[in-house]
């Protein structure tokens, strides 16, 4: 288990892993900084929220991030970094993002894409003893992803 609400299992799910045989197990350094996202941000959100949160992507190794096209300098890669979304409605990822933004301490927090009222999605990284608190909102621009300061 990664903490409480978060098994290994499901942390490191991935279709395209599967599909295309990629090793998605995280070496021992990710898997420390899973535990920490975990206990620091999931864990605390979750408990406010009351009830389970839908991850979609959590740990990537290095070939499964390139392989989906991934930022070359993701967190997912070193375990520092997940995304979140709303589909069991115990709280919308407008409400999540806020939460975090407001209550935790974090890395990067991303409002992803969607509209002015709820992104898609949110990611959420948390770095030990080196959070910059960064927030964010990605949005495509000439079919590129950009991110621009959190402003609403």
């Known amino acids: 288990m990664i903490s409480n609400h978060i098994s290994l299992?499901?942390?490191?799910?991935?279709n395209t892993a599967d599909r295309l045989g990629i090793n998605n197990f995280p070496n021992n350094d990710a898997l420390v900084n899973?535990?920490?996202?975990?206990?620091n941000v999931f864990e605390p959100l979750r408990e406010w929220?009351?009830?389970?949160?839908?991850?979609?992507?959590?740990y990537r190794s290095p070939?499964?991030?390139?392989?989906?096209?991934?930022?070359?300098?993701?967190?997912?890669?070193?375990g520092q970094a997940i995304d979140i979304d709303d589909v069991y409605s115990n709280a919308t990822n407008a409400d999540m993002f806020t939460y975090i933004k407001d209550n935790l301490e974090f890395d990067?927090?991303?409002?992803e894409f969607g509209d002015d009222s709820n992104p898609n999605w949110v990611?959420?990284?948390?770095?030990?003893g080196s959070n910059r608190g960064n927030v964010l909102r990605a949005i495509k621009e000439n079919g590129k992803t950009k991110?621009?300061?959190y402003e609403l």
């Open 9 to 14: 299992k499901e942390a490191t799910k991935s």
């Open 34 to 39: 899973m535990q920490s996202l975990a206990i």
């Open 49 to 58: 929220v009351g009830g389970p949160i839908y991850i979609t992507s959590f």
């Open 63 to 78: 070939e499964l991030n390139k392989a989906i096209g991934g930022s070359k300098k993701s967190q997912h890669c070193l």
């Open 108 to 111: 990067q927090l991303i409002w």
């Open 123 to 128: 990611h959420c990284s948390y770095v030990s």
């Open 147 to 149: 991110y621009t300061p």
